[in-house]
Structures are given as C-alpha cells and as structure tokens.
C-alpha cells in the first residue's frame, strides 16, 4: 500500500502505518492538508517522515498518501530568474495566487505553464539518440541558450521531434523507441530526483580563482 495514517507527531518529524509498498527518501503527502514530506526511516512497519511545511494542528489518523517516486526537481526553461523555496515551490506564482503569506500544502507547479517557448530543433526524427544528445535550442535570456536534451538513461530511434514553433511546458515535443520496443516521449522540461547527482561526461579542470573585484 501506498497510504497510510500518521500514528504520532513529534515536531517536523512524523511516523505513519500502513505503507508498505512505499521506499526510502519516497516522496509522500502527509495529512488532511497534503503537506510535503520525504520517509527518511523504516522500523517495525513505521515510517519515520521529515515534513517540509509547518504541521502545527496534525492529529494522528490523518492520511499519508506516498507519490511512488523520490523528493524531485522540474528542470527546463524558466528556472531562471525565479525565486524558489526549498521544495521548488515558485514563491512569485505563490504570492500572485494566495497573497504574501504562504498556504500549508500549496502547491504549484515550479515551472510558468502559461509561457510559451520557441524552440529550434537540432535533432532530426529518425536518428539513434541517447542520453545527453541535444534536442532542442531555446534563447531563454539573451545571454542564456536553454538546451533541452534527452534525458539520463534514455536511448533509441527519435521516432517524432516538434517542428520549430512555441510550445509550453505540457506539450509533448519528441518521442523515442528504445531497443525494447517501448516508447517514450518527452516534454520541455522533465523531473529529477533532488538527491541524486546529475551524470556527466567529463568535468573541466579549474585553471583560473574566483576574482570578484572586492
């Protein structure tokens, strides 16, 4: 099961019964209010939760709802220029929507889902690609160029890759086969796991210090 009811309340430190088909550092929604917390423990059937919002007023009996994935990230075009708190929550769309004090288990996605982005493909439908092969170009500042790439542990045929036009954060713009036969596709913007290291290819030694002038 991926639900359950919280048994005690210590603080930011809740413990809960009955999710048993959850995993450790799972992302879960913990009372009435859905606040956001992570299982950081399991004993003897009990889940050891952080909650990550102020849980004043959680009784037990109150629902813990797990999500089936970990404390994640939305990584695309927007992130900059955005002010956000420690769980990706966007505090500007947050202040615009609820006013300038924050409501327990508010939730928005962190990315602008009404902005459009034009994009430029640098791929081409029908090619083998794998993780880390660039896709798409965006101009998200002038100084900035967003490439949105395939993500980490994708491969296969780019089946279909979105001509060049504006798209938001919620359209599909490319779709692979991989080598099983299943097929994946992919939007702007996709999710990463908070806690887990971005792979990389090589890493560029450091030549020159950090002058700022002071």
């Known amino acids: 099961m991926r639900e359950g009811r919280i048994v005690s309340v210590n603080g930011p430190i809740v413990r809960a019964e009955g999710l048993t088909d959850s995993a450790m550092m799972e992302l879960v929604h913990v009372g009435a209010a859905g606040l956001t917390g992570e299982i950081i423990r399991f004993e003897k059937?009990?889940?050891?939760?952080?909650?990550?919002?102020?849980?004043?007023g959680m009784r037990p009996g109150e629902p813990v709802v797990g999500t089936g994935m970990p404390m994640?990230?939305?990584?695309?075009?927007?992130l900059l220029g955005g002010i956000y708190d420690?769980?990706?929550?966007?505090?500007?769309a947050l202040e615009a929507h609820s006013g300038q004090f924050l409501l327990r288990g508010e939730k928005i996605f962190p990315l602008d889902e009404t902005k459009r982005w034009e994009v430029r493909p640098l791929a081409r439908a029908g090619t083998r690609v794998r993780a880390g092969d660039i896709l798409f170009e965006i101009e998200e500042t002038?100084?900035?160029?967003?490439?949105v790439m395939l993500p980490p542990g994708l491969e296969g045929v780019?089946?279909?890759l979105a001509p060049s036009g504006a798209y938001g954060m919620q359209d599909v713009?490319?779709?692979?086969r991989d080598q099983a036969g299943r097929q994946e596709e992919g939007r702007l913007f996709h999710w990463w796991p908070a806690r887990k290291g971005r792979p990389y290819r090589g890493k560029r030694p450091v030549d020159k210090p950090l002058l700022t002038g002071l």
Do not use: C, K, M, N
């Open 72 to 78: 994640s990230l939305a990584l695309g075009p927007g």
């Open 158 to 160: 780019l089946e279909y």
């Open 173 to 176: 713009v490319w779709r692979i």
């Open 45 to 56: 059937g009990l889940a050891t939760i952080q909650v990550y919002e102020d849980d004043t």
């Open 142 to 147: 002038a100084l900035v160029r967003h490439r």
């Open 86 to 92: 420690g769980i990706q929550r966007p505090l500007s």
